[in-house]
């Protein structure tokens, strides 16, 4: 039976994700005992935890973002000798009944590891369904690929706003959720925009600020409500100025495992995209080695700008924010630094709709029809 965490479970907590992670373990909630205190007395947190013979021998965390009414799982952990008896299932299905029924939250997501096929599959017992793949997410001992899914409310997925036309690229991640979750309507499929050579052209140089406190202050003066990129459970920690002070981007770069993500853009993001290329050689340069961006599926010129400069749709959240009395869709576009690597991996069945078309997304990208890189 899962239990509410206490502060007094953190020395124990401390050591069941050492056992199973090792000190390489990424998250600050299984090594860093200030993080996990203020995320086990937070009112957004839901950290659940279950014993054995008074032994502590599994966890979970939930947090919720009331005003996106949207819930995050992480940090799943069983101990080894307590593996096979479903203890991960308990914790996964608790966890997301506590924070869908409560109310806080129209949907709740989580990523899951491709070292086994395990994981997932707790998931998708448990409710979550299947909505796309992150190639290249994090630099480990190999660069680390994840899958996403997702669980919501009943009647949510049938509340969601219809999209009128997409860039044609998006075709094929839309045919994989049509046929997990379904569409409102089918969108017209629009050629890709072409983005001409600018050759001669001089770009503005671009300075990287790495100062935590400014950045998320800065992009708090700067960017009001209705301009802020809706990216739940991120906040800037590094801002992308142009020196003529044409534009600024606001990211968060994890220099421990080069995941990047770009969550705002002053004055808006079609005025950065022309300088793409630029922000992202120079994120390269500063460790990024993967980067992405979450995009309504209605915003058709953002979807056509970033498919131009090389991003490609990795994933698909339906109904996933609000917007008056229906719920937008959203698209998880990502540009990997790094050759896709898939040897070795552990994709359950359900996910292979996303990862053909990305593949297949990422060859017409990059390699030409000789198989050769471009």
């Known amino acids: 039976m899962f239990e509410p965490a206490s502060v007094d479970d953190i020395d124990e907590l401390l050591r069941l994700y050492r056992k199973v992670y090792g000190r390489a373990y990424a998250l600050p909630l299984g090594t860093d005992p200030q993080v996990m205190a203020a995320e086990i007395t937070s009112d957004r947190t839901s950290w659940l935890v279950a014993r054995d013979n008074g032994d502590l021998v599994a966890s979970i965390v939930g947090n919720v973002e009331p005003a996106d009414r949207l819930g995050k799982m992480q940090g799943l952990v069983v101990h080894p000798e307590h593996r096979g008896g479903g203890l991960a299932q308990q914790a996964v299905s608790s966890l997301a009944e506590l924070i869908l029924s409560d109310g806080r939250a129209d949907s709740v997501y989580g990523t899951a590891r491709t070292t086994s096929t395990a994981p997932q599959r707790v998931c998708l017992r448990s409710g979550f369904k299947a909505l796309g793949i992150f190639p290249n997410l994090r630099k480990a001992a190999r660069h680390e690929t994840m899958v996403l899914l997702a669980r919501h409310q009943d009647g949510v997925l049938e509340q ?18 049509e046929q997990v979750v379904g569409l409102p309507t089918r969108p017209e499929l629009v050629p890709d925009v072409e983005v001409p050579v600018r050759r001669g052209e001089s ?49 968060h770069l994890s220099g421990n495992d080069g995941y990047c993500t770009l969550i705002g853009a002053n004055p808006d993001a079609m005025a950065v995209a022309r300088h793409l290329d630029l922000l992202i050689e120079q994120l390269n340069d500063y460790g990024a080695f993967y980067i992405e961006t979450l ?21 698909a959240y339906p109904a996933m924010r609000r917007d008056g009395e229906l719920f937008r869709d959203y698209v998880v576009m990502a540009r990997t630094m790094q050759p896709l690597d898939f040897r070795g991996l552990a994709i359950d069945a359900a996910f292979q709709p996303f990862t053909e078309q990305y593949i297949e997304a990422w060859k017409q990208m990059y390699l030409n029809t000789r198989g050769v890189f471009r």
């Open 160 to 177: 969601r706003h219809p999209v009128e036309r997409v860039p044609a690229s998006l075709g094929p991640l839309l045919d994989a959720v």
């Open 295 to 315: 995009v309504p599926l209605h915003a058709f010129d953002e979807l056509g700008q970033l498919l131009a400069h090389g991003f490609l749709p990795a994933a």
């Open 203 to 251: 770009a503005p140089e671009v300075e990287l600020i790495s100062a935590p406190r400014f950045v998320l202050r800065r992009y708090n003066e700067q960017l009001t409500n209705a301009d802020r990129r809706f990216y739940p459970f991120h906040t800037p920690n590094v801002l992308l100025a142009a020196a003529d002070g044409s534009y600024e981007v606001f990211a």
